[in-house]
């Protein structure tokens, strides 16, 4: 207590300045209109900087919870969608009974917790499994396009084999043709995959969407994946194909799983006429 008294004795001169020109620029303030009103603009200034910046940082603590919650609206919203609606007219959409109604598809979200993409046979592991009704040979897709495929499954987790493996393939097609190939991974770039056995018929050019082919019982026919890079012909026919994949391999956030009710009845069907 000694020491502030003692410094407030030696210096109370210039305390005493400073409280006086303090109290100067506020008489002189509130008596201009023009020094008042840049004193408002600069203070605006000085603390909308700052709440713009606590706001900055509060959106990304709340990144995570605003992606996951828009990720589980998707996957709502395509749970409807995979619904039959022949006879509905009009429906509450916070409240469907699916028992009604015939559905195909069903989504689950899921979060990626591990992504390999610099490896011959990569794999993504994510946070569902088991009890949320995953099993394996599962498509795996988020709003960008084609993932992988679900592989070995645990009760909450699963393994992925992604479109970066080279074990990978998925039938894919052109967006605006009914010409099929096969999608695989050359262990080169992670942003460019290959499309193989596409008849020389088909006409493509650099630029062409593919999507994926429906002509398996894993995804649904029109699932995007990328965008012809470039393309070679050999003895009339195409010896590579270069497809630039929507999505960011290198950076897999949130996932839809996609599980088809009609897959076991495909398959019992086929192998009963293969049989014969």
Same mark, same amino acid.
């Given at each position: ?7 407030? =004795?030696?210096?109370? !001169?210039?305390?005493?300045? !400073? ?15 023009? &020094? ?9 200034? !000085? ?13 990304? !603590? ?5 992606? *996951?919650?828009?990720? =589980? *609206?998707?996957?709502?919203? #395509?749970?409807?969608?995979?619904? =039959? ?9 916070? &409240? ?13 979200? @899921? ?27 599962? @498509? ?17 987790? @699963? ?19 009914? &010409? ?22 088909? @006409? ?16 649904? *026919? ?44 495909? #398959? ?9």
């Amino acid at each position: 207590m000694q020491q502030i008294i003692s410094f407030l =004795d030696k210096n109370k !001169l210039f305390i005493l300045f !400073l409280l006086l020109e303090f109290f100067a620029i506020i008489f002189t303030i509130q008596s201009h209109s023009f &020094h008042k009103s840049k004193f408002v603009n600069s203070a605006n200034f !000085l603390t909308g900087g700052v709440y713009n910046k606590i706001n900055n940082f509060k959106e990304f !603590l709340l990144l995570k919870k605003e992606n *996951e919650r828009l990720n =589980d *609206e998707n996957v709502y919203l #395509k749970n409807l969608l995979g619904l =039959d609606s022949t006879n509905i007219v009009q429906r509450d959409l916070t &409240h469907v009974d699916s028992l009604k109604y015939k559905r195909k598809y069903v989504y689950t979200g @899921a979060k990626v917790i591990n992504n390999n993409y610099r490896k011959n046979n990569n794999y993504l592991t994510i946070d569902k499994g088991s009890n949320q009704g995953l099993e394996s040979d599962l @498509a795996v897709i988020n709003g960008k396009g084609i993932v992988g495929i679900t592989k070995s499954v645990s009760g909450n987790y @699963a393994t992925v084999l992604s479109i970066l493996n080279v074990n990978s393939r998925i039938n894919a097609k052109l967006l605006n043709s009914d &010409h099929y190939g096969s999608l695989s991974w050359d262990n080169n770039d992670y942003n460019v995959v290959q499309l193989l056995d596409l008849p020389i018929q088909a @006409a493509i050019y650099a630029g062409d969407t593919i999507v994926s082919g429906g002509k398996s019982t894993i995804f649904p *026919e029109g699932i995007p994946i990328g965008t012809i890079k470039d393309f070679k012909t050999l003895n009339n026919n195409y010896e590579f194909i270069n497809i630039t994949l929507f999505n960011d391999m290198s950076s897999i956030g949130f996932v839809q799983v996609i599980k088809n009710f009609d897959k076991m009845e495909i #398959k019992s069907i086929e192998e009963k006429s293969t049989n014969e």
